[in-house]
């Protein structure tokens, strides 16, 4: 069965600290990665995704996020964190006839300025 | 023009009551889903359907009843609502032979009082 692994619950840094969030996924088959973010009370918005080729791979707003196919590991990074990205992330895999995405527990992200 | 749009944003409902929330998309997918978040911010599959045909049926209280009448809505019937069916639920689009992730409403927020 698929399943998903966030091992940071909550992670506290200031502005322009470097972030890496970790990710790690259980699946057999062919898999789809998926980042999204959730910002205080609004809904889920996808911030990046991997599907085949490079396994860097670019989002949004300055994210990227590293397929590591040996370790089944998809960790999501940004340089330099701004006050702004304080949200929810989550990790998403999804394969399968039904497409079903299962979602890892998320990782709080808290900057402070 | 909103892609994925749920109704009602928020309910406050009594226990034992029967409720529905509503989802429409309008990007032309042929799959969609109902997602529950739980206070811990968790995100579980409920409900698939594809082409308003049940492709996902998780382990759910059968007081969950989903509705697709047609590929661009998928609505959620819950009947005699208990304290712990409080949570926020999402609706989400697809297409599932392209699998390019999904697209979330922005939230149905349950309070069960």
């Known amino acids: 069965a698929q399943s998903v692994s966030q091992h940071n619950h909550h992670v506290i840094l200031s502005e322009a600290a470097s972030l890496e969030l970790g990710c790690n996924y259980s699946?057999?088959?062919?898999?789809?990665l998926f980042w999204y973010v959730q910002y205080p009370g609004q809904h889920l918005q996808l911030l990046l995704k991997?599907?085949?080729?490079?396994?860097l791979v670019k989002g949004i707003k300055g994210f990227e996020a590293e397929f590591i196919k040996s370790k089944f590991s998809f960790n999501l990074r940004k340089p330099s964190v701004q006050w702004s990205d304080t949200a929810e992330y989550f990790c998403?895999?999804?394969?399968?006839?039904?497409?079903?995405?299962?979602f890892g527990t998320g990782t709080l992200l808290a900057v402070q300025p | 023009d909103t892609a994925v749009s749920q109704t009602p944003k928020y309910l406050v409902t009594q226990m034992g009551n029967d409720k529905s929330i509503k989802c429409e998309q309008n990007?032309?997918?042929?799959?969609m889903y109902w997602y529950k978040q739980d206070s811990k911010k968790f995100l579980k599959i409920m409900f698939s359907?594809?082409?308003?045909?049940?492709?996902i049926n998780e382990t759910v209280p059968n007081r969950f009843s989903p509705k697709s009448p047609d590929k661009a809505h998928l609505n959620l019937h819950i009947n005699s609502l208990e304290l712990g069916d409080s949570a926020v639920y999402f609706c989400?689009?697809?297409?599932?032979?392209?699998?390019?992730?999904?697209?979330f409403g922005s939230g149905t927020r349950l309070t069960v009082v």
């Open positions: 699946y057999g088959g062919t898999v789809n």
């Open positions: 990007l032309g997918h042929d799959t």
């Open positions: 998403a895999v999804n394969g399968g006839a039904t497409n079903k995405l299962i």
């Open positions: 989400a689009s697809s297409h599932l032979a392209t699998n390019y992730g999904y697209t």
């Open positions: 991997y599907f085949s080729g490079d396994p």
């Open positions: 359907y594809n082409n308003k045909e049940l492709i």
